[in-house]
């Protein structure tokens, strides 16, 4: 029979039809052994233990202790920062100039708070919202969730491959279709990077973002913005009449679904002793802190690209069509001189090379959680993963390659209203019913 403080447990809000005796919160987690510190995550063709040790837990704030968890955010960032994100902002600064930097500043604060749901979701309960929804949810439902969310990964990965192939075509004039092709190879690049360690991984990543703001920095500079209409966009909230898809498409833009499922499983890298509260709050807490750096970054690079188009392009008077992810390059060219357009170019390339790897990351999370191992060769589950997202972008390529700016917003408004559903998910299943003293509710 189980102990009185066993069956006091906390169970979650949402789940299937409960079982007469209740078990413990190790046996609800399936955690291997309740001594045992180590987490484990999907890594190739095994579990792989976490590989970044964060020592023991420290009295008051610690800048070491800081860089020990800092690396999943920024990785999670990078969906903030993807072609589609690029574009959105670019016909912000185009059709509206300044006055919606305050949506991108709002943004970003929304998917900060989501975002700290989707850590706390893997550092209390030690799995992904993919594998929670599975497990918590009835059969069909839980497949109605994989379809949605597969949908915006799809629609998320057509604008990044698409996107690193129209990088391709401003760098070495090469047909879209051909950059396609060349983009999926980023994922031999993924496999190989995996094999020499997470750390190696995120710093790779971290070097990505860095030469995106280099790129877009330095543009920002030539733009000469007016500083004044800057804090002015941010501060006065204003959306102007012409540009209201513009204002949807940025918020849908910026806000991911997919990074939900993503960032509740790259927490899970760093070794956290799950029975010790202390150490529970440590992670929430530092991992919070590298998510709000990370977004103000994403927000930093963001806002250069909407203020460099609010000065080389948006004309109070003048209607003219908004530039693309390839006309924004004639555009710098005709305004900033040539070398602007190869600084666009590599800022383009840098956030497509990194986001389809993010994407990577993400389908096989989601895959697995849903399905668990399908393929016990990593190199098949990345195929497929890849596959799924490479074919619609091979049609995009061929098929509507004069559309696709039209398609990419279109596909920023439709994922505004994708993580509605997500955050009710990570609300529901991250959070537990209090009972009695014994509860894990004290460490979100």
């Known amino acids: 029979m189980p102990s009185q403080e066993v069956a006091d447990v906390e169970t979650p809000l949402f789940q299937r039809p409960v079982i007469e005796n209740e078990t413990s919160t190790e046996e609800l987690l399936d955690e291997p052994n309740k001594n045992d510190i180590h987490e484990f995550i999907e890594i190739g063709d095994k579990l792989a233990e976490a590989q970044v040790d964060t020592g023991e837990v420290a009295s008051g704030f610690s800048w070491k202790k800081l860089w020990r968890y800092t690396g999943p955010g920024f990785l999670m960032s990078i969906a903030y920062l993807d072609p589609g994100n690029l574009?959105?902002?670019?016909?912000?600064?185009?059709?509206?100039?300044?006055?919606?930097?305050?949506?991108?500043?709002?943004?970003?604060?929304?998917?900060?708070?989501?975002?700290?749901?989707?850590?706390?979701?893997?550092?209390?309960t030690g799995k992904h919202l993919a594998q929670l929804i599975n497990n918590n949810y009835s059969r069909p439902i839980s497949l109605m969730f994989w379809l949605i969310i597969e949908l915006a990964i799809i629609g998320s990965?057509?604008?990044?491959?698409?996107?690193?192939?129209?990088?391709?075509?401003?760098?070495?004039?090469?047909?879209?279709?051909?950059?396609?092709?060349?983009?999926?190879?980023?994922?031999?690049?993924?496999?190989?990077?995996?094999?020499?360690?997470?750390?190696?991984?995120?710093?790779?990543?971290?070097?990505?973002?860095?030469?995106?703001?280099?790129?877009?920095?330095?543009?920002?500079?030539?733009?000469?913005?007016?500083?004044?209409?800057?804090?002015k966009g941010i501060l006065i909230p204003l959306v102007p009449s012409n540009a209201v898809v513009e204002a949807v498409a940025l918020i849908g833009a910026v806000i991911m679904p997919h990074?939900?499922?993503?960032?509740?499983?790259?927490?899970?890298?760093?070794?956290?002793?799950?029975?010790?509260?202390?150490?529970?709050?440590?992670?929430?807490?530092?991992?919070?802190?590298?998510?709000?750096?990370?977004?103000?970054?994403?927000?930093?690079?963001?806002?250069?690209?909407?203020?460099?188009?609010?000065?080389?392009?948006?004309?109070?008077?003048?209607?003219?069509?908004?530039?693309?992810?390839?006309?924004?390059?004639?555009?710098?060219?005709?305004?900033?001189?040539?070398?602007?357009?190869?600084?666009?170019?590599f800022g383009l390339l840098a956030a497509g090379q990194s986001s389809t790897m993010t994407g990577t990351f993400a389908g096989q999370y989601v895959v697995e959680g849903f399905f668990g191992k399908l393929f016990?060769?990593?190199?098949?589950?990345?195929?497929?993963?890849?596959?799924?997202?490479?074919?619609?972008?091979?049609?995009?390529?061929?098929?509507?390659?004069?559309?696709?700016?039209?398609?990419g917003e279109l596909l920023n408004v439709l994922q505004k209203e994708l993580p509605n559903v997500y955050i009710g998910c990570a609300c529901g299943i991250g959070i537990y019913k209090k009972k009695k003293k014994h509860s894990l509710d004290d460490a979100l």
């Open 87 to 124: 574009e959105a902002d670019l016909q912000c600064g185009a059709a509206a100039g300044y006055s919606m930097l305050w949506i991108l500043l709002y943004a970003h604060i929304a998917g900060f708070f989501i975002q700290v749901l989707s850590v706390r979701l893997g550092v209390v």
């Open 376 to 407: 016990k060769n990593p190199w098949k589950r990345v195929a497929v993963t890849r596959g799924i997202a490479i074919i619609p972008s091979m049609l995009v390529a061929v098929l509507a390659v004069n559309h696709f700016d039209t398609m």
């Open 157 to 231: 990965d057509i604008q990044e491959i698409v996107g690193t192939a129209i990088a391709l075509k401003i760098l070495l004039r090469l047909p879209l279709w051909i950059g396609t092709l060349l983009t999926a190879m980023d994922t031999l690049t993924f496999m190989l990077l995996q094999n020499y360690g997470v750390r190696k991984l995120e710093a790779f990543f971290m070097a990505l973002i860095s030469v995106m703001a280099l790129c877009f920095w330095i543009e920002m500079f030539q733009s000469k913005p007016d500083v004044g209409e800057i804090f």
């Open 259 to 345: 990074n939900l499922f993503l960032h509740s499983a790259l927490v899970m890298t760093r070794k956290t002793d799950r029975n010790s509260k202390s150490k529970i709050k440590e992670a929430n807490f530092y991992f919070s802190i590298e998510s709000g750096l990370a977004l103000f970054c994403s927000f930093l690079i963001n806002m250069a690209i909407v203020v460099v188009f609010a000065s080389v392009f948006f004309s109070h008077n003048d209607k003219k069509s908004l530039p693309g992810l390839y006309d924004a390059a004639d555009v710098l060219t005709r305004t900033l001189g040539s070398g602007a357009r190869y600084l666009w170019a």
